[in-house]
């Protein structure tokens, strides 16, 4: 995708957000899994998770019921989760083809704590290249930037107020 062709897109997802000056990362990770489902028009279940290794982040899989399963890191900082999850849901915006794994090994590999029960329905995992990575994370990247430019970012907040509001976040999620 040529750089003309790819702010087209970031502008055009970008619009289907409502953002202000004040929407929190965690607020535009909730609306993300709504902007995915209308434009896959399926169900995407965004699913926060500890993952096994620390270079696994995100990952998402194919249900059998045909909706997505996007399976995150649960770190504490929201801005690192939107931008996962936006790098998933530009693997999706690029067309990048799933390849379905088998059920048994393919569970163990993409999410070992999921509850069994919610595993069983897991049909596939999604792998790629270094170049279609790399396509995902620049388009995850500018998307990240459009939504979050007119953030208010405040030099004068104590560091104990913006503890407390990232702590409001995790717990409201």
């Known amino acids: 995708m040529d750089r003309y062709a790819r702010q087209r897109l970031v502008a055009s997802v970008a619009a289907e957000f409502q953002v202000t000056a004040d929407t929190t990362y965690q607020e535009l990770a909730r609306q993300l899994g709504?902007?995915?489902?209308?434009?896959?028009?399926?169900?995407?279940?965004?699913?926060?998770?500890?993952?096994?290794h620390s270079?696994?982040?995100?990952?998402?899989?194919?249900?059998?019921?045909?909706?997505?399963?996007?399976?995150?890191?649960?770190?504490?900082?929201?801005?690192?989760?939107l931008?996962?999850?936006?790098?998933?849901f530009a693997h999706d915006l690029?067309?990048?083809?799933?390849?379905?794994?088998?059920r048994g090994a393919g569970l163990q590999l993409l999410v070992p704590?999921?509850?069994?029960?919610?595993?069983?329905?897991?049909?596939?995992?999604?792998?790629?290249?270094?170049?279609e990575e790399d396509e995902a994370?620049?388009?995850?990247?500018?998307l990240f930037a459009v939504l979050t430019e007119d953030r208010v970012?405040?030099?004068?907040t104590a560091p104990g107020l913006e503890n407390l509001r990232r702590l409001r976040e995790t717990l409201e999620h």
């Open 34 to 52: 709504a902007v995915w489902t209308n434009r896959a028009q399926r169900r995407v279940a965004i699913r926060f998770t500890r993952l096994p």
């Open 55 to 81: 270079h696994i982040t995100g990952a998402t899989a194919l249900l059998a019921d045909g909706s997505y399963l996007v399976i995150c890191a649960a770190s504490p900082r929201w801005y690192f989760r």
């Open 94 to 102: 690029l067309g990048h083809e799933h390849i379905t794994l088998d």
């Open 137 to 142: 994370e620049t388009v995850a990247d500018e």
């Open 83 to 88: 931008q996962v999850l936006l790098h998933e």
């Open 113 to 131: 704590t999921l509850l069994p029960k919610m595993a069983r329905f897991v049909a596939g995992r999604t792998t790629f290249t270094a170049a």
């Open 153 to 156: 970012v405040s030099e004068s």
